[in-house]
């Protein structure tokens, strides 16, 4: 993730640290530059052009997502990079030869709104959340409270032209009255813009620094809003510079440990009978998680239901192919069971905080010695918000604090011509779906070189590493003109720094659906008559192709809730 200097400048900007194309590529030909640039950075990706080469990307020339950042492009070649590793599996497994991978880049420019790109009978957007069939899993957001709703937003600071990006996370009462806002005030704040106005005029009472301090010493989430150059100027910003975007290494204790042949079953897409434990929550876990579904893996995702959750997970296709089963790991019974399924396990996923498992016997050490005692390498990723280490390594954080700290809420804020410094979210949960195919796609090299050389991995994905990636100098931003353009083709309503992510994304979705036919062309979904949500589920398929349908990702059972199986070990 080393920053470079730019080879270009087309003399325009969005605040310091930025970097702008001199002239618009259509959006294959610009997948196709960035693959390779990508696959240059990082270590151990393959240098075979025929792979490389082999990435079909199709698609509209302009770009669909708002704004100056090119995440549909990065997006798109994240998507093809696990197509490509998919093949090197498939090729280790003497397979098929092939070198082809097909990505459609509007089908990737639709995957960030994953989660509310779900019919159900008939049934579209928020009504999906309040069908009876979608169990609730955060009674504090359903309860309609405007002042949790706010609690998530961008609000300037006493410091003039400094905003914070504030998030209420799981407990946006605990985050509010640390600021002096009680859960009284509830019944008096009936309007969301009241609420919103409510607490920029407590936050307006702190300085930047003061209030980064009060949420990073009780445990909470949240970020000033930086340009890219001023989070590039932080030690937290210095330390996760240091570590390649797709950042996993073999681990020295299990070094002698044999490799492990990919198995050969009638299921020949890449991931057969790789066994997989997802602990995770929100969607960046989740998304990393249904990636390695398609491709075949047997994942397990262990919730409890004690923990809240993001439920328009639930009936995406990011809970799909999975089981769910529910574990306290209180409870001795529940830990052993656990531990079980680690010992069975190829993968292990962790999306929590940094640290939290392993304080509960599941960390890597834990993992490694479970490698070591079979005779068998293990494969475990993290991820999280800021990185591996670093002094915000250990602390919580969500799509939209990634956004403000690396400097995307930044750009969003200039693109849209406010006052410097001024942060606005951008368009869709970007981030968090990215790095779950980033996720899935540092667990899939991992995979591949414990079939080659052996021995157990231990990764890494981060969400504002993703955000960093997207800003770097050899990426490069759009022009405003292009900007404009892609405004002009969509008509997309305007936001400002209010804005929460979920009714946002359905704005974007309403302009698509308005201005094109990009949401409804089927060939991009996927649909089940056989899910507990509904009789007929339409859900965004896989973006990964291959010439070979036996091959090609997809899901074979329907997504299903969080913690709705009983519990069971891996097959096989």
Same mark, same amino acid.
């Given at each position: 993730?080393?920053?470079?200097g730019?080879t270009h400048?087309?003399?325009?900007?969005?605040?310091p640290?930025t970097?702008?194309?001199?002239?618009?590529?259509?959006?294959?030909?610009?997948?196709?530059r @960035?693959?390779?640039?990508f696959a240059?950075?990082?270590?151990g990706?393959?240098?075979?052009?025929?792979?490389?080469?082999?990435?079909?990307?199709?698609?509209?020339?302009?770009?669909?997502?708002?704004?100056p950042?090119?995440?549909?492009?990065?997006?798109a070649?994240?998507?093809a990079?696990?197509?490509?590793?998919?093949?090197?599996?498939l090729?280790?497994?003497?397979d098929?030869?092939?070198?082809?991978?097909?990505?459609?880049?509007?089908?990737?420019?639709?995957?960030?709104?994953?989660?509310?790109?779900?019919h159900?009978?008939?049934?579209?957007?928020?009504?999906?959340?309040?069908?009876?069939?979608?169990?609730?899993?955060d009674?504090?957001?359903?309860?309609g409270s405007?002042?949790?709703?706010?609690?998530?937003?961008?609000?300037?600071t006493a410091?003039?032209?400094?905003?914070? =990006?504030?998030?209420?996370?799981?407990?946006?009462?605990?985050?509010l009255?640390?600021?002096?806002?009680?859960?009284?005030?509830?019944?008096?704040?009936?309007?969301?813009?009241?609420?919103?106005?409510?607490?920029?005029q407590?936050v307006?009472?702190?300085?930047?620094?003061?209030?980064?301090?009060?949420?990073?010493?009780?445990?909470?989430?949240?970020?000033?809003?930086?340009?890219?150059e001023?989070?590039?100027n932080?030690e937290?910003?210095k330390?996760l510079?240091?570590?390649?975007?797709?950042?996993?290494?073999?681990?020295s204790?299990?070094?002698?440990?044999?490799?492990?042949?990919?198995?050969t079953?009638?299921?020949?897409?890449?991931?057969?009978?790789?066994?997989?434990?997802?602990l %995770?929550?929100?969607?960046a876990?989740?998304?990393?998680?249904?990636?390695?579904?398609s491709?075949g893996?047997?994942?397990?995702r262990?919730?409890?239901?004690?923990?809240?959750?993001?439920?328009?997970a =639930?009936?995406?296709?990011?809970?799909?192919?999975?089981?769910?089963i529910?574990?306290?790991l209180e409870?001795?019974?529940?830990? +052993?069971?656990?531990?079980?399924?680690?010992?069975? +396990?190829?993968?292990?996923?962790?999306?929590?905080?940094?640290?939290?498992?392993?304080?509960?016997?599941?960390g890597i050490g834990?993992?490694l010695?479970?490698?070591?005692?079979? *005779?068998?390498?293990?494969?475990?990723?993290?991820?999280?918000?800021y990185?591996?280490?670093?002094y915000?390594?250990?602390?919580?954080?969500?799509q939209?604090?990634?956004?403000?700290?690396?400097?995307?809420?930044?750009?969003?804020?200039?693109?849209?011509?406010?006052?410097?410094?001024?942060?606005? @979210?951008?368009?869709l949960p970007?981030?968090?779906?990215?790095?779950?195919?980033?996720?899935?796609?540092?667990?899939?090299?991992?995979?591949?070189?414990?079939?080659?050389?052996?021995?157990?991995?231990? *990764?890494?994905?981060?969400l504002?590493?993703?955000?960093?990636? %997207?800003?770097?100098?050899?990426?490069r931003?759009?022009q405003?003109?292009?900007?404009?353009?892609?405004?002009?083709?969509y008509?997309?309503?305007?936001?400002s720094s209010?804005i929460h992510?979920a009714?946002?994304?359905? =704005?974007?979705?309403?302009?698509?659906?308005?201005?094109?036919?990009?949401?409804?062309?089927?060939?991009?979904?996927v649909?089940?008559?056989?899910?507990?949500f509904?009789?007929?589920?339409?859900?965004l398929?896989?973006?990964?192709?291959?010439d070979?349908?036996?091959? %090609?990702?997809?899901?074979s059972?329907?997504?299903?809730?969080f913690c709705?199986?009983?519990?069971?070990?891996?097959?096989?």
């Amino acid at each position: 993730m080393a920053i470079k200097g730019a080879t270009h400048d087309s003399g325009e900007h969005y605040g310091p640290g930025t970097y702008v194309e001199q002239s618009f590529s259509p959006l294959p030909e610009e997948c196709r530059r @960035l693959l390779h640039l990508f696959a240059a950075r990082t270590p151990g990706f393959t240098r075979d052009q025929a792979l490389l080469d082999g990435v079909q990307f199709t698609g509209d020339d302009l770009p669909c997502i708002p704004g100056p950042i090119k995440s549909q492009a990065v997006t798109a070649v994240l998507h093809a990079m696990v197509g490509i590793v998919g093949l090197e599996i498939l090729h280790l497994r003497g397979d098929t030869t092939a070198t082809t991978t097909h990505i459609d880049t509007n089908h990737a420019g639709l995957f960030p709104a994953t989660p509310a790109l779900v019919h159900i009978d008939g049934q579209t957007g928020p009504a999906v959340i309040k069908m009876p069939t979608v169990p609730q899993w955060d009674k504090d957001r359903r309860s309609g409270s405007s002042l949790v709703f706010r609690a998530t937003a961008i609000y300037e600071t006493a410091d003039k032209g400094v905003w914070y =990006q504030l998030h209420g996370s799981l407990d946006s009462w605990k985050m509010l009255a640390l600021i002096g806002i009680g859960k009284e005030l509830d019944a008096e704040v009936r309007t969301d813009d009241a609420a919103y106005d409510l607490i920029q005029q407590r936050v307006r009472t702190y300085r930047a620094i003061e209030i980064e301090q009060l949420m990073l010493q009780n445990g909470l989430s949240g970020n000033i809003v930086h340009s890219p150059e001023g989070w590039l100027n932080t030690e937290m910003g210095k330390s996760l510079a240091r570590h390649p975007l797709v950042n996993y290494s073999r681990q020295s204790c299990t070094a002698d440990l044999p490799p492990v042949s990919i198995p050969t079953l009638n299921d020949r897409r890449p991931l057969a009978g790789i066994k997989v434990v997802e602990l %995770t929550r929100i969607i960046a876990g989740a998304a990393a998680g249904a990636a390695l579904t398609s491709m075949g893996a047997e994942v397990i995702r262990v919730n409890s239901s004690k923990l809240k959750d993001y439920t328009p997970a =639930q009936p995406s296709s990011l809970m799909a192919g999975k089981t769910t089963i529910d574990l306290d790991l209180e409870d001795p019974t529940d830990h +052993a069971k656990l531990l079980t399924l680690f010992e069975q +396990a190829d993968v292990i996923l962790q999306g929590y905080r940094l640290g939290s498992f392993k304080r509960r016997g599941f960390g890597i050490g834990s993992a490694l010695e479970i490698a070591k005692k079979r *005779g068998k390498g293990i494969v475990y990723v993290d991820e999280n918000c800021y990185g591996p280490d670093g002094y915000y390594a250990e602390r919580p954080g969500w799509q939209q604090v990634a956004d403000a700290a690396a400097g995307s809420s930044y750009i969003m804020g200039q693109a849209f011509n406010c006052p410097a410094g001024q942060g606005v @979210l951008p368009s869709l949960p970007i981030s968090d779906m990215s790095t779950g195919i980033l996720t899935a796609l540092t667990i899939m090299c991992a995979i591949r070189d414990r079939a080659k050389y052996g021995g157990s991995y231990h *990764g890494h994905a981060a969400l504002t590493g993703y955000n960093m990636a %997207t800003l770097d100098p050899e990426v490069r931003l759009y022009q405003r003109n292009t900007v404009q353009k892609i405004q002009d083709k969509y008509q997309f309503a305007p936001w400002s720094s209010d804005i929460h992510v979920a009714p946002l994304y359905y =704005q974007i979705l309403e302009s698509w659906g308005k201005k094109s036919s990009l949401i409804e062309n089927e060939k991009y979904y996927v649909r089940f008559s056989d899910s507990v949500f509904g009789n007929d589920l339409r859900v965004l398929a896989p973006i990964v192709k291959y010439d070979d349908e036996k091959v %090609t990702p997809r899901w074979s059972t329907p997504p299903v809730p969080f913690c709705h199986h009983l519990f069971r070990t891996f097959e096989g």
